[in-house]
């Protein structure tokens, strides 16, 4: 079962996906323990070794054990959170200082009423300061769009994407 996943999964699927998109975006992906006498090894344990039904990547916690604390090593995930809260006052500043020329506007999906009286509030919570990094995000996002194809307009995008 593990060479068919190596094989179909890893090798004929993901890892090319991996590339293909982080080459996109000129990124430099780093897939763990992929070494070719790492996976020899992996291939020839028994399955006991491999799994276990409570705990997830065994070995690997098992080995990290013996140098970090238990704690670390067993501690749940968690996200990567973007530090938006930080970043908050310069996406603002932005978003009010180009307020009538964003071409968010065009979509008619945003009250501009509603969006400037959240800009004028100094304090923002982590519900405002994420809708507003949306806000700035798909405009940059449809600027670089409508600079790729200078011929296309808004009301020519939303028709082409409605369903």
Same mark, same amino acid.
């Given at each position: 079962?593990?060479?068919?996943?190596?094989?179909?999964?890893?090798?004929?699927?993901?890892?090319?996906?991996?590339?293909?998109?982080?080459?996109?975006?000129?990124?430099?992906?780093?897939?763990?323990?992929?070494?070719?006498?790492?996976?020899?090894?992996?291939?020839?344990?028994?399955?006991?070794?491999?799994?276990?039904?409570? /705990?997830?990547?065994?070995?690997?916690?098992?080995?990290?054990?013996?140098?970090?604390?238990?704690?670390?090593?067993? /501690?749940?995930?968690?996200?990567?959170?973007?530090?938006?809260?930080?970043?908050?006052?310069?996406?603002?500043?932005?978003?009010?200082?180009?307020?009538?020329?964003?071409?968010?506007?065009?979509?008619?999906?945003?009250?501009?009423?509603?969006?400037?009286?959240?800009?004028?509030?100094?304090?923002?919570?982590?519900?405002?300061?994420?809708?507003?990094?949306?806000?700035?995000?798909?405009?940059?996002?449809?600027?670089?769009?409508?600079?790729?194809?200078?011929?296309?307009?808004?009301?020519?995008?939303?028709?082409?994407?409605?369903?």
């Amino acid at each position: 079962m593990r060479a068919l996943d190596w094989r179909f999964f890893l090798e004929g699927d993901i890892l090319q996906k991996v590339d293909i998109s982080s080459m996109a975006h000129s990124l430099e992906a780093r897939v763990p323990f992929l070494d070719q006498d790492f996976i020899k090894i992996a291939m020839h344990l028994p399955d006991k070794e491999l799994f276990d039904h409570k /705990r997830t990547k065994k070995i690997l916690k098992t080995v990290l054990c013996q140098t970090m604390d238990n704690d670390f090593v067993y /501690r749940p995930k968690v996200g990567f959170m973007l530090p938006i809260e930080k970043w908050i006052h310069v996406i603002a500043n932005d978003l009010k200082s180009n307020f009538n020329d964003l071409i968010i506007w065009d979509l008619n999906l945003l009250d501009p009423h509603k969006v400037k009286l959240l800009l004028k509030n100094p304090k923002h919570t982590f519900e405002s300061a994420y809708f507003l990094f949306g806000i700035f995000t798909l405009n940059c996002w449809l600027e670089k769009l409508y600079s790729i194809n200078q011929n296309l307009k808004s009301h020519d995008f939303l028709q082409e994407t409605t369903v």
